[in-house]
């Protein structure tokens, strides 16, 4: 199993940028799919973006596609999420999760592993 611990949230201004980092531990991120997973105050978890490690294939949601971009480092075994154009309907608790199922990427019950979340609020 990989461990998996986010960074990066905080509070940003409409129209401001982050980057969240997902870094694994125990193990490294070959052979597996990682996603970014959000859940707004008193909504479902959403799927929001995904990457195959090996063949860095990646999948987006449509509501953030052209202002996000996921990528990997593979020197420093970590998924990244750069947030660009930050809306308030973004605000949400992020997680990554790791999953060695390659298909259904997108279903958070395709996962085996979750990071413990990092809150991102983005203000009006």
């Known amino acids: 199993q990989v461990q998996l611990v986010e960074s990066g949230g905080g509070l940003v201004q409409a129209g401001g940028s982050l980057k969240l980092s997902c870094a694994a531990s125990?193990?490294?991120?070959?052979?597996?799919?990682i996603g970014w997973f959000r859940q707004g105050p008193g909504k479902e978890r959403e799927f929001v973006t995904a990457i195959k490690w090996n063949s860095g294939s990646t999948y987006y949601v449509d509501s953030v596609k052209g202002r996000f971009t996921i990528s990997k480092d593979n020197a420093k075994n970590t998924v990244y999420l750069q947030m660009n154009n930050l809306k308030p309907e973004d605000t949400a608790v992020y997680y990554c999760?790791?999953?060695?199922?390659?298909?259904?990427?997108?279903?958070?019950?395709?996962?085996?592993?979750w990071g413990q979340g990092t809150q991102v609020t983005v203000s009006s």
């Open positions: 125990g193990r490294t991120f070959s052979g597996v799919g």
């Open positions: 999760a790791a999953t060695s199922k390659l298909i259904g990427l997108r279903v958070p019950g395709a996962y085996d592993n």
